[in-house]
């Protein structure tokens, strides 16, 4: 017999919650093969097969939680599917036939709602079916018939996730603590707009990816912060923490919930490089490939609610971080330009600074700034 352990989880966790069972008991399978889904409260995490042959056993369920080195079940090596005999039989998760296995998301939504995942169209890289896929399904007008026909009133209980439970604890430690405020502002949009359409054609072809508007926040961003090392700064015991680089955090909404990848010595970084480390942190966040590496630090936030349509909103700080810039969808909206009206492309910005270190001056210059470089992008390749 060979064990099945839970394996190191990073640093400082020690454990998780099993999210997803994906191979049973009795089930054969191949060295490095997905057996179960963990999820802490930063990651989702795989726990492979450490060799061929048949699972013995299984003594854990979707939903327990586990800690590192816990052995949870273990495999005959080398024994084809049929001549093992289950020691315990657990509930493993609906998976598709013609798709890879289910995320944790998708198999709850499939569980609670009894669906065939054969049914659902996956868009997902590989055919994988997203949460997204799963939720139109439900909404189709077939499944709105078989809605109508169970209308039993009833509530879906379903267990936070263990990220979806730090979240909320980090968010609510950060209004608990920090003095909050936010500053608000508008930039018109019409310069990056032009300087991204001029030269996109050109910028794929050289670098093999778009140039979006992400580099250019951050790019300004680190210009101002540069300037205003308050904003770039944390508060530790009694003491003001000035930090001499700067490490962006971008955050990005996921199946499992909100993670912020941080790009690493942006200021040192061109917008290649910076649209590149974005784009690079997109897909990995889309494929569940974000690790607890990749979101390890971070002296400023950018987050962008403008991909979900948000016209504006007040962001909250990600402690220990003092400040954290919201950007917002991008509206025509009629401005004055040298006492005529014209329509521009405008864009709500909001930056929430912790005040017991920022003071309001200082968030005020910074958000000017960020808009001054924005509407001339030529400051930011001059560096004034």
Same mark, same amino acid.
């Given at each position: 017999?060979?064990?099945?352990?839970?394996?190191?989880?990073?640093?400082?966790?020690?454990?998780?919650?099993?999210?997803?069972?994906?191979?049973?008991?009795?089930?054969?399978?191949?060295?490095?093969?997905?057996? /179960?889904?963990?999820?802490?409260?930063?990651?989702?995490?795989?726990?492979?097969?450490?060799?061929?042959?048949?699972?013995?056993?299984?003594?854990?369920?979707?939903?327990?939680?586990?800690?590192?080195?816990?052995?949870?079940?273990?495999?005959?090596?080398?024994?084809?599917?049929?001549?093992?005999?289950?020691?315990?039989?657990?509930?493993?998760?609906?998976?598709?036939?013609?798709?890879?296995?289910?995320?944790?998301?998708?198999?709850?939504?499939?569980?609670?709602?009894?669906?065939?995942?054969?049914?659902?169209?996956?868009?997902?890289?590989?055919?994988?079916?997203?949460?997204?896929?799963?939720?139109?399904?439900?909404?189709?007008?077939?499944?709105?018939?078989?809605?109508?026909?169970?209308?039993?009133?009833?509530?879906?209980?379903?267990?936070?996730?263990?990220?979806?439970?730090?979240?909320?604890?980090?968010?609510?430690?950060?209004?608990?603590?920090?003095?909050?405020?936010?500053?608000?502002?508008?930039?018109?949009?019409?310069?990056?707009?032009?300087?991204?359409?001029?030269?996109?054609?050109?910028?794929?072809?050289?670098?093999?990816?778009?140039?979006?508007?992400?580099?250019?926040? /951050?790019?300004?961003?680190?210009?101002?912060?540069?300037?205003?090392?308050? @904003?770039?700064?944390?508060?530790?015991?009694?003491?003001?923490?000035?930090?001499?680089?700067?490490?962006?955090?971008?955050?990005?909404?996921?199946?499992?919930?909100?993670?912020?990848? @941080?790009?690493?010595?942006?200021?040192?970084?061109?917008?290649?490089?910076?649209?590149?480390?974005?784009?690079?942190?997109?897909?990995?966040?889309?494929?569940?490939?974000?690790?607890?590496?990749?979101?390890?630090?971070?002296?400023?936030?950018?987050?962008?609610?403008?991909?979900?349509?948000?016209?504006?909103?007040?962001?909250?700080?990600?402690?220990?971080?003092?400040?954290?810039?919201?950007?917002?969808?991008?509206?025509?909206?009629?401005?004055? @330009?040298?006492?005529?009206?014209?329509?521009?492309?405008?864009?709500?910005?909001?930056?929430?600074?912790?005040?017991?270190?920022?003071?309001?001056?200082?968030?005020?210059?910074?958000?000017?700034?960020?808009?001054?470089?924005?509407?001339?992008?030529?400051?930011?390749?001059?560096? /004034?």
């Amino acid at each position: 017999m060979v064990e099945i352990k839970v394996p190191p989880l990073g640093e400082s966790i020690s454990e998780a919650t099993i999210a997803s069972i994906v191979k049973k008991v009795g089930s054969s399978v191949k060295t490095d093969e997905l057996l /179960i889904e963990l999820e802490t409260d930063k990651v989702t995490l795989e726990i492979n097969a450490p060799c061929n042959g048949t699972i013995e056993l299984l003594n854990i369920k979707e939903g327990d939680t586990v800690v590192v080195g816990q052995v949870i079940g273990s495999i005959k090596e080398g024994v084809s599917t049929g001549n093992a005999t289950p020691t315990v039989q657990t509930a493993a998760p609906v998976q598709a036939t013609s798709h890879n296995a289910l995320a944790p998301s998708v198999n709850r939504i499939v569980h609670e709602n009894n669906i065939n995942p054969s049914e659902i169209s996956g868009t997902g890289k590989d055919g994988r079916i997203t949460k997204g896929d799963a939720l139109a399904h439900l909404e189709s007008p077939k499944s709105e018939e078989k809605s109508e026909s169970n209308s039993d009133r009833k509530d879906d209980i379903v267990r936070m996730t263990k990220l979806r439970q730090t979240v909320a604890k980090r968010l609510k430690e950060s209004q608990n603590t920090a003095a909050i405020l936010t500053t608000f502002n508008e930039v018109d949009m019409s310069s990056v707009m032009k300087l991204r359409s001029q030269y996109q054609d050109e910028f794929q072809k050289r670098y093999g990816i778009k140039v979006g508007f992400m580099s250019f926040f /951050i790019k300004a961003c680190v210009t101002a912060l540069k300037e205003l090392p308050a @904003v770039n700064a944390e508060i530790r015991g009694e003491t003001i923490v000035y930090k001499n680089y700067c490490d962006i955090g971008v955050a990005v909404g996921t199946e499992n919930g909100l993670v912020v990848p @941080v790009v690493k010595d942006a200021n040192k970084m061109s917008i290649f490089e910076l649209e590149k480390a974005v784009y690079d942190y997109g897909i990995k966040a889309r494929d569940g490939q974000i690790t607890l590496e990749d979101m390890k630090g971070g002296t400023f936030t950018i987050s962008n609610g403008g991909v979900y349509g948000s016209l504006l909103s007040t962001p909250i700080i990600n402690p220990p971080q003092s400040a954290i810039l919201g950007m917002h969808t991008i509206q025509k909206r009629p401005v004055v @330009v040298g006492d005529q009206i014209v329509i521009r492309p405008m864009m709500y910005l909001a930056l929430s600074y912790d005040h017991r270190i920022i003071d309001g001056k200082e968030a005020v210059t910074f958000l000017i700034r960020v808009k001054q470089m924005l509407e001339d992008p030529a400051r930011l390749v001059l560096g /004034i």
